[in-house]
């Protein structure tokens, strides 16, 4: 987070609420590891890179730290999917017409 506040990507730096960066919790985890098992069942054929590939098959829940290149390729595919899932939902939803009584006499 501090690199990129100094690099000038700090336009990249997700803020959960005020605070830079995205918390350490279980289910904030849970979340990147959903992400991260439809990715590899859909499209695993395109990831060319060894070290997230080894981080993948090696990835261990309670040891987060062991595995940055798996986490961060997470965190990318959280955040896309997040952008996704978005605008699926913000679609305006059809409204119910509403008749007018007269139409039926």
């Not at 060894?50 to 993948?56: H, T, V, Y």
């Not at 978005?86 to 059809?94: G, H, Q, V």
């Given at each position: 987070i501090r690199h990129c506040m100094k690099t000038g990507f700090k336009p990249?730096?997700?803020h959960f609420?005020?605070?830079?960066?995205?918390?350490a919790t279980t289910q904030n985890h849970l979340l990147l590891v959903d992400a991260t098992e439809i990715y590899i069942a859909n499209n695993i054929e395109?990831?060319?890179?060894?070290?997230?590939?080894?981080?993948?098959?090696?990835?261990?829940l309670n040891k987060t730290t062991?595995?940055?290149a798996?986490?961060?390729?997470?965190?990318?595919?959280?955040?896309?999917?997040t952008e996704r899932v978005?605008?699926?939902?913000?679609?305006?939803?059809?409204k119910a017409k509403v008749y007018d009584i007269s139409d039926f006499y």
């Open positions: 990249f730096v997700y609420k005020t605070t830079p960066g995205i918390p395109k990831q060319i890179f060894k070290n997230i590939l080894s981080d993948w098959s090696k990835f261990n062991k595995f940055d798996g986490m961060a390729s997470g965190w990318a595919l959280v955040g896309s999917y978005t605008a699926i939902l913000n679609k305006p939803a059809p």
